[in-house]
């Protein structure tokens, strides 16, 4: 069966330290793969998105995400986190026009 | 360009009660059109999807329902709410699946 797994349900980070979120996985194919944020009370908002070529893609507000094929991941990074970056933040994987699955989140915190 | 409205902003609605939450997009033709329910460190659960007018493919037999009256118009309804129903909705849509989704801003429905 096709899943999303995000292995890490709340992290914390300093600000200004880097941060990477992890997200895997499992389709028979080379799916679509996004990262969505979402703020307390609010909507999702798209990052970033893969569906093909360079398989390290750039995204909204200074992340960036790399695609991996042999470890079946696609990794949310930003080398220096502000405060306003705490939020969930979801993976999500499709293939063709099949309905997006998501990841259940990881929720990161900023400190100062 | 295109938007997404989504209403009512938050709900509280009595065990056994109706309920009606309403999803429109501007700005595009033959979206296709989805329903998720959030429930706290659950992630997102489709529950429905359409991909016309007239067409719903359901994701979680419950006793909610969903229906596509007009092309860009998607209605979530329930007959009789149960407490389980509590959580956030959220519509969304989509033009090709490689593109990603756009989210409305979601509904919060306290089942009480």
């Known amino acids: 069966a096709q899943s999303v797994t995000q292995p890490d349900i709340h992290i914390t980070v300093s600000e200004g330290a880097s941060l990477e979120l992890r997200c895997n996985y499992s389709?028979?194919?080379?799916?679509?793969l996004f990262w969505y944020v979402q703020s307390p009370g609010q909507g999702l908002q798209l990052l970033l998105k893969?569906?093909?070529?360079?398989?390290l893609v750039q995204g909204i507000k200074g992340f960036e995400a790399e695609f991996k094929r042999s470890q079946s991941s696609f990794n949310l990074r930003k080398p220096s986190v502000h405060w306003s970056d705490a939020a969930e933040y979801f993976c999500?994987?499709?293939?063709?026009?099949?309905?997006?699955?998501f990841g259940k989140g990881t929720r990161l915190s900023v400190i100062a | 360009s295109q938007t997404i409205h989504q209403w009512p902003a938050t709900l509280v609605q009595p065990v056994g009660s109706p309920l009606s939450l309403e999803c429109t997009v501007e700005?595009?033709?033959?979206?296709?059109l989805y329903w998720y329910r959030q429930a706290a460190g659950r992630g997102l659960q489709l529950l429905f999807y359409?991909?016309?007018?007239?067409?719903i493919s359901s994701e979680v037999p419950q006793n909610l329902s969903a229906s596509r009256p007009q092309d860009r118009q998607f209605i979530l309804s329930s007959k009789k709410l149960l407490l389980s129903d509590s959580g956030f909705y959220l519509c969304?849509?989509?033009?090709?699946?490689?593109?990603?989704?756009?989210f409305g801003s979601g509904t919060r429905l306290t089942v009480v």
């Open positions: 969304a849509w989509s033009v090709e699946g490689r593109y990603g989704y756009t």
């Open positions: 389709y028979g194919a080379t799916p679509y």
């Open positions: 893969y569906f093909s070529g360079d398989t």
């Open positions: 999500a994987v499709g293939v063709g026009n099949t309905p997006l699955v």
């Open positions: 700005g595009t033709s033959n979206p296709n």
């Open positions: 359409s991909v016309g007018i007239g067409q």
